[in-house]
């Protein structure tokens, strides 16, 4: 076993705490409504926007030791538990086609079961048909109504796993599902808006595109230079 340490000095929280709370004070108070008031604005938020930055500088050389151990765990276990995890993949690919086989012989087992037993019932309803007294006919037509596919040997459950069987959907035609699920409700939880995808159209379109269900609108980003 390698041991590894990482020593890292922090600064004290409660100077940060208070200089945030002093940049909150600050913008609280600004009321903008002449140039000049702009200005101070634009150079408060610009030296907020600097701070950030510093402070952001300051967190990665701090934390850049504990990701760069992290990666190197993460490398060291990453190509032995996907090893293991390929190796218990094809296990389980191969248990699954051994059930699912296993199935399809007990499934076929009892179709050819009900058919001789649906013939049988046929056999002996026509006997009755063709009986010469009625106490026969009944006797025969009793005897059908008895007749009972033969039981097939069940699949029988293996120690230590268990198995579910899960649904599986492939799209093959997105405008022809798009098409019912918009006429039936309880499908549309299926589908994903990429309202991003969305606001990049109107961008490229310039708002010019009416789009049926989706209000627009449009705001002013400001950006800082700090």
């Keep these: 076993m390698t041991t590894t340490n990482v020593t890292i000095q922090v600064p004290e929280q409660n100077q940060l705490l208070s200089e945030a709370a002093a940049a909150q004070n600050t913008a609280s108070l600004i009321i903008i409504q002449n140039e000049s008031d702009l200005q101070f604005a634009t150079?408060?938020?610009?030296?907020?926007?600097?701070?950030?930055?510093?402070?952001?500088?300051?967190?990665?050389?701090?934390?850049?030791?504990?990701?760069?151990?992290?990666?190197?765990?993460?490398?060291?276990?990453?190509?032995?538990?996907?090893?293991?995890?390929?190796?218990?993949?094809?296990?389980?690919?191969?248990?699954?086609?051994?059930?699912?086989q296993k199935e399809r012989k007990a499934a076929e087992a009892r179709r050819k079961a009900e058919l001789e037993a649906e013939a049988e019932r046929k056999a002996l309803d026509a006997k009755a048909k063709e009986a010469e007294t009625p106490e026969q006919a009944e006797a025969l037509q009793q005897a059908a109504a008895t007749v009972t596919a033969a039981p097939v040997v069940k699949v029988e459950k293996t120690k230590g796993m268990s198995t579910t069987k899960v649904w599986k959907a492939e799209v093959k035609d997105a405008p022809a599902f798009l098409v019912y699920a918009a006429t039936h409700t309880e499908l549309l939880n299926c589908i994903d808006i990429n309202v991003h995808a969305i606001e990049?159209?109107?961008?490229?379109?310039?708002?010019?595109?009416?789009?049926p269900g989706i209000e627009l609108s449009q705001e002013i980003r400001v950006t800082s230079r700090g």
């Design 200 to 211: 990049r159209f109107v961008t490229a379109t310039g708002g010019t595109v009416d789009l």
């Design 43 to 100: 150079e408060q938020m610009n030296g907020m926007s600097k701070r950030v930055k510093e402070l952001d500088t300051l967190r990665k050389s701090i934390t850049a030791p504990l990701d760069q151990a992290k990666k190197n765990v993460m490398a060291l276990f990453k190509p032995v538990t996907e090893s293991y995890q390929t190796a218990i993949g094809q296990i389980k690919k191969e248990i699954g086609g051994y059930i699912a």
